[in-house]
């Protein structure tokens, strides 16, 4: 049975304890895949092993991912495939397997659900486990599924053990590679206080800096600093990243779900739809409103699923993966043309459409250091977007239209009277 505690520190603020108090004692494994995309090729061909290894993008010419072999030479992620081979002149460069990946985290996800249902899936290659239910002590359960991965898959995993996603999360990022940290409840301060601010959540380059500039190098810093200085550095979420900086965090665990991996929107018509370009149009402006949702979340995707319902309900479904993860919906505007006629099997009237984004990545898929052609137009294609949902935010969407946003204004009785008129 869980059990309700309540520790108080000092310099805790009164919110900060009464959130405290009304958290309960649980256990979280934290699981996360070292070099993931790099490791899977070394796994599948002994003669990489041991070698520096980056995974390249076909398209973009960016580094997906680096062997910790290549590490040492400086490569990382995201980084241009020419300045790589700078760096380390014997980096062997394979183009990704993605089909592959997913399938190798499905498998690794398999041994986690040999203890528990109880598993979330934050991204292809890490996740959370609860696993305060299971029959095995937790850091057996760490262990075991450890090992499993290891001597069936060929790969290696971090791993880290807390009271909740926080602090389970630093645990297994701070050892990598092949780390493995248990912080026992209660001593989430010890843990956490030490290390530098960077650890914590919401903090980035450019707040780090701004909380070392003020003297709050490190997480103890964070916690015990007056609220007035806190909110004048970190506005808002000044509360927040306290309690993170006390190792409080009350975000529960979402059991993994096909609705949690993916992304989908539906649009039903208020009268039956015989347009192809209508339709089309309208498949467009869902991606646009997906591909946001799935920036705001730096996230990438790698399959789409187009459905059409009939007039008479009857369905029809089809799907397909990219070569590459994209978080861009410029990259699948002109799939979703032959999508549709793929699906659109009966030439009838259409009383809904539906899209759908799966295979969710967490991937760095762009790059901020563009020295190839390629890579320079679609860094600059990734930045308009995120300008395009930025203004799009703070105007509505009414602020900037695309050309299908124009054709849609005024519904599918006036577009077949504009389309009729066109000849």
Request: with cysteine.
């Amino acid at each position: 049975m869980k059990t309700r505690h309540l520790v108080f520190y000092g310099g805790m603020s009164a919110a900060v304890a009464s959130r405290q108090a009304d958290l309960q004692v649980q256990t979280i494994l934290h699981l996360d895949a070292d070099a993931f995309f790099a490791a899977v090729e070394q796994a599948g061909d002994p003669k990489l092993r041991g070698k520096p290894v980056a995974v390249g993008g076909e398209r973009r010419g960016i580094i997906a991912s680096a062997s910790y072999e290549a590490r040492r030479f400086g490569v990382y992620t995201p980084m241009p495939t020419t300045q790589a081979r700078l760096l380390c002149p014997e980096l062997i460069v394979v183009h990704g397997n993605y089909e592959r990946y997913e399938q190798f985290s499905e498998w690794m996800f398999g041994y986690c659900y040999d203890f528990t249902p109880d598993v979330e899936r934050t991204g292809i290659d890490e996740g959370y486990v609860d696993v305060s239910r299971c029959r095995l002590r937790p850091v057996e359960v760490a262990l075991a599924i450890r090992d499993a991965i290891l001597q069936k898959l060929k790969i290696s995993v971090s791993e880290g053990i807390g009271s909740n996603k926080l602090v389970s999360a630093i645990a297994s990022k701070s050892g990598k590679p092949r780390g493995f940290k248990a912080v026992e409840p209660g001593a989430e301060k010890e843990f956490l206080w030490p290390l530098p601010n960077k650890w914590l959540p919401g903090i980035g380059p450019k707040t780090g800096a701004r909380l070392d500039a003020a003297g709050l190098r490190e997480i103890h810093q964070i916690a015990t600093a007056p609220t007035g200085m806190l909110e004048l550095l970190l506005g808002s979420q000044a509360e927040r990243i306290r309690q993170y900086a006390y190792g409080i965090d009350d975000r529960g665990l979402v059991r993994a779900r096909e609705s949690q991996r993916s992304f989908s929107h539906q649009e039903t018509f208020g009268t039956n739809v015989m347009d192809e370009e209508y339709a089309e149009a309208t498949l467009r402006r869902m991606a646009d409103s997906l591909f946001a949702k799935v920036r705001g979340e730096r996230r990438a995707v790698r399959t789409l699923g187009v459905k059409v319902r009939y007039y008479d309900f009857t369905e029809d479904q089809v799907s397909e993966s990219l070569a590459e993860p994209t978080n861009l919906e410029t990259d699948v505007y002109g799939m979703l043309h032959s999508m549709l006629r793929r699906a659109w099997k009966r030439r009838v009237g259409l009383r809904l459409v539906s899209l759908k984004l799966s295979n969710v990545y967490d991937g760095p898929f762009q790059t901020e250091l563009p020295l190839e052609l390629t890579v320079d137009r679609q860094e600059a294609r990734a930045q308009l977007a995120f300008v395009i949902d930025r203004l799009r935010k703070e105007h509505g969407r009414a602020a900037i239209l695309r050309g299908h946003d124009l054709l849609l204004r005024g519904g599918p009785e006036e577009f077949g009277k504009s389309a009729y008129s066109r000849g």
